[in-house]
């Protein structure tokens, strides 16, 4: 049985956030994460009637252990305090609008696991906003766009996470595009072992990938990218503000991985966000890759014993579709 990060602990860490004063009234454990759990804690005694406590404990992670991952790779699962923190410190310090940190606890004093306590923003995430609330909607997204403007103005010579790169060392690999498409070959394979449609084809996109990559040139200039920023990694706050979370990605990478996955998680809304100046010949490359990701992550997620399966089988499905589509055009 999956064990969860209890009550009595999240009230005794509350307390140490907010105060002794401060009374736990409630806690919802909130549905999304994959990698972290997330607490709404409600407590009585403070200004704020809740805050969010994030837990990276084993058992809050579902997806299954793998040996030999390089836990500084790009894109590699990012999660834990200390990648956390590095997003929170860099994107504070640029303007960026996160969830503001009441406190971070590596101590495993309370808690048998790092855990953080910041703001609970009072607002929706904007894929729900997008469906009840276009009109309201549209003005984050606007705002949005300028923040991720602010985002990929900051220019990195070093590729990288960044807490990998704050602490001085280099990210697996020689550039952004050699880690898209070695790391496109291995999911390729597994997609292929679980996903007969994949298997079928496995050789001709093999050959795609090869051909995609061989199109684009060396760059030596990164910029800073969420590296998972779809509408759900989004919230707006009550006076209509995006304030951007599950940052532990964060990392200077081609701007060209970015705008795939907001192509592909907001759709129709995409141009609202796009940008000139992006280099066709990565789009392609990338593209690829991240179909390819989105059909063996998805399924090797079902290993294990994470609840929202007809989802991920779905995600699976429609990009194995997609990854295929893309040999015909």
């Not at 040996?67 to 923190?85: C, I, K, R, T």
Request: charge should be negative; include cysteine; aromatic fraction near 6%.
């Amino acid at each position: 049985m999956r064990q969860f990060t209890d009550i009595a602990v999240l009230s005794g860490i509350v307390r140490e956030a907010l105060g002794s004063g401060v009374d736990v009234i409630g806690v919802d454990r909130l549905r999304g994460g994959s990698k972290k759990g997330v607490y709404r804690v409600h407590v009585r005694g403070s200004r704020a009637a809740s805050v969010i406590v994030y837990s990276w404990a084993d058992g809050e992670n579902f997806w299954p252990s793998a040996e030999g991952v390089d836990a500084g790779h790009p894109l590699a699962p990012a999660s834990g305090l200390v990648p956390f923190l590095a997003a929170q410190r860099t994107l504070d310090r640029i303007g960026v609008r996160v969830p503001a940190l009441v406190l971070a606890d590596d101590s495993r004093r309370r808690h048998p696991a790092d855990v953080a306590v910041v703001e609970d923003v009072a607002g929706p995430t904007l894929e729900a906003l997008l469906r009840t609330d276009p009109a309201r909607a549209s003005d984050a997204l606007s705002e949005l766009a300028a923040m991720l403007g602010v985002m990929h103005r900051q220019r990195g010579r070093r590729f990288g996470r960044v807490d990998v790169l704050e602490r001085g060392d280099k990210a697996s690999g020689d550039s952004c595009e050699q880690v898209v498409f070695e790391r496109a070959l291995e999911d390729l394979a597994e997609a292929a072992e679980r996903d007969p449609r994949i298997g079928s084809a496995a050789a001709p996109l093999r050959d795609r990938l090869r051909e995609l990559a061989a199109r684009v040139t060396p760059r030596t200039e990164h910029r800073l990218i969420h590296g998972e920023l779809g509408p759900d990694h989004v919230l707006v706050d009550a006076q209509g503000h995006p304030v951007l979370i599950d940052i532990e990605g964060l990392m200077f990478f081609d701007v060209e991985w970015e705008h795939v996955f907001l192509q592909l998680r907001f759709g129709e809304r995409y141009p609202a966000l796009s940008r000139p100046g992006l280099d066709p010949a990565r789009l392609d490359l990338f593209m690829l890759a991240m179909r390819l990701s989105l059909v063996a992550g998805p399924l090797r997620i079902l290993d294990g014993d994470f609840p929202h399966r007809a989802l991920m089988r779905g995600i699976a499905d429609h990009n194995a579709k997609e990854a295929l589509a893309l040999l015909t055009r």
